[in-house]
């Protein structure tokens, strides 16, 4: 019992990934066209960390994400405050977000490239398409737990809205409000992948096509396997600057 | 002064108290002593301007209580602390606002947590105190404030026993030196009696006032002091059968 205690729930479940594909690539022997081995796939990983344009493949994704995801959040946290302040806004405003909300992004793809073709801009815009809806709903929902649940500072200290928002909303829903950036930022992520699957001219979905030509299955694997290690390094990170931001949160 | 006249209080669908009249002096404490569920927090709600009389008129120093607009200090059932702030800063925060609107009375902090029996807890996150605590540090920020005008919803129901008669003390002292007129809420015949100057005893809902006790006038150990031997007196003690009764 005391040694099951000591393996972290997160080692077994990596280990279960690994074994399932130890055992479709030796035992069942799935053709490495299809399905690499473990070792194939980590030894292209690791020959691609010395090769320049993996870095600016990595690099390229991950700005552009970056900068996506600041500027949704910089028009979709201003709009969503502005929505718990007034009503009329926030029905007008809540029309086009749903409308947006349940849009698939990537129909979007050909548009973005007509108009700005297949540079950074295009993507940038699939991504903020892809997140600023999705974030306003959310941010939306995390600021209005904060709404009335304070309400002697409405009553007692005769505060107006405005004042409520700034001095209550606002700070007592940020820890929420990370949390929520941190699901959007997965969202993020995954669009600009499939923006950049579509037509880009560098960056990791585009990595993953240029593998696809040559069949390189191994290639097309390592690069996964980058996308899932950023995504969980980001997890950690936001998680990381709420534990220190927001010690009263948790 | 805070004036009922005539008035019907509760909410559109449901009358918590009917043809409910009277006045409360300035500098006066009474508590509002009743079954839970009675109507006694609507009470308060209507002098805060929560909610306006289904009838008749609440006012508060001649001007309707739902337009009066000098800040009240006032103690909410669920504390409502603001957990990204400590105790010492939750208590500053109230005691700010209220010296925005005309107050001119600045009490020191270390004060007050003296009083709330949180001496050297103020730099204490919410998240770290006990129930009781939280209650004493809700009460705390209330006393800070320089509101003429107290509103205490069963403030005193989750202090700690051991603490809660030298709160009642201290309290009590406090809100007489500042003349502050306060509206208490309570079940607890104990904290009834002690604060009050007048006790109003309301029926179960939809209330009606059963009784007025007059500690002051009926009990004489009362009204010359409210200090800790009050509490084993004779005069206490029939005091607080009276409301048992």
């Not at chain 1, 292209?44 to 959040?73: N, T, Y």
């Not at chain 2, 079954?35 to 001007?63: E, H, Y």
Request: glycine letters at 6%; hydrophobic letters at 50%; proline letters at 3%.
């Amino acid at each position: 019992m005391q040694f099951k205690n000591k393996i972290s729930p997160a080692y077994i479940s990596i280990g279960l990934v690994f074994l399932l594909w130890f055992v479709m690539t030796t035992i069942v022997g799935v053709k490495p066209m299809f399905l690499p081995s473990i070792g194939a796939t980590f030894s292209r990983l690791f020959e691609s960390l010395f090769l320049a344009e993996f870095w600016k493949d990595v690099f390229s994704s991950w700005w552009r994400v970056l900068l996506a995801f600041v500027i949704s959040f910089l028009v979709a946290y201003p709009l969503t405050i502005y929505s718990v302040i007034n009503e009329r806004f926030r029905e007008g405003l809540f029309v086009v977000v749903e409308f947006f909300r349940y849009l698939p992004v990537p129909v979007f793809i050909p548009l973005t490239i007509l108009w700005f073709g297949i540079g950074d801009m295009s993507k940038i815009v699939i991504v903020f398409l892809g997140t600023f809806a999705q974030m306003i709903p959310m941010f939306y929902n995390s600021s209005q737990l904060m709404n009335n649940k304070f309400d002697a500072f409405a009553s007692a200290l005769k505060w107006d809205t405005s004042k409520y928002v700034r001095k209550i909303v606002i700070p007592g829903s940020l820890p929420n409000i990370v949390d929520d950036s941190r699901i959007c930022f997965g969202w993020a992520w995954t669009y600009l992948i499939i923006a950049e699957l579509l037509g880009a001219e560098n960056g990791i979905g585009y990595a993953i096509v240029r593998a696809q030509r040559y069949l390189a299955t191994d290639k097309i694997f390592a690069f996964i396997i980058v996308i899932g290690l950023i995504g969980i390094f980001m997890d950690r990170l936001f998680i990381f600057f709420k534990k220190r931001l927001f010690k009263w949160s948790i | 002064m805070i004036k009922f006249e005539n008035t019907d209080l509760g909410y559109p669908s449901f009358t918590a108290l009917e043809d409910f009249s009277c006045t409360i002096a300035r500098g006066e404490i009474v508590t509002f002593f009743g079954p839970s569920g009675c109507g006694k927090s609507t009470v308060i709600k209507n002098i805060l301007g929560i909610l306006r009389p289904l009838k008749g008129t609440a006012t508060i120093d001649g001007n309707n209580a739902a337009d009066y607009q000098k800040k009240i200090a006032y103690t909410p059932q669920d504390n409502q602390l603001l957990p990204w702030l400590n105790v010492r800063d939750n208590i500053t925060l109230w005691q700010k606002e209220s010296l925005l609107t005309g107050g001119d009375k600045t009490f020191e902090i270390d004060k007050i947590l003296e009083m709330v029996q949180l001496n050297g807890r103020g730099d204490a996150m919410i998240n770290e105190l006990s129930g009781g605590m939280a209650r004493r540090t809700a009460l705390g920020r209330c006393m800070a404030t320089s509101s003429s005008v107290m509103c205490l919803d069963e403030a005193l129901v989750a202090v700690e026993r051991k603490f809660r008669r030298k709160v009642m003390i201290g309290l009590r002292n406090h809100l007489k030196q500042n003349d502050i007129t306060t509206v208490i809420i309570s079940h607890d015949y104990e904290e009834a009696v002690f604060m009050s100057d007048r006790v109003f005893v309301l029926s179960p809902s939809p209330a009606v006032i059963l009784n007025v006790l007059d500690i002051n006038q009926d009990f004489k150990i009362l009204k010359t002091k409210r200090t800790s031997d009050v509490f084993e007196s004779t005069d206490f003690i029939t005091a607080c059968k009276s409301l048992i009764g």
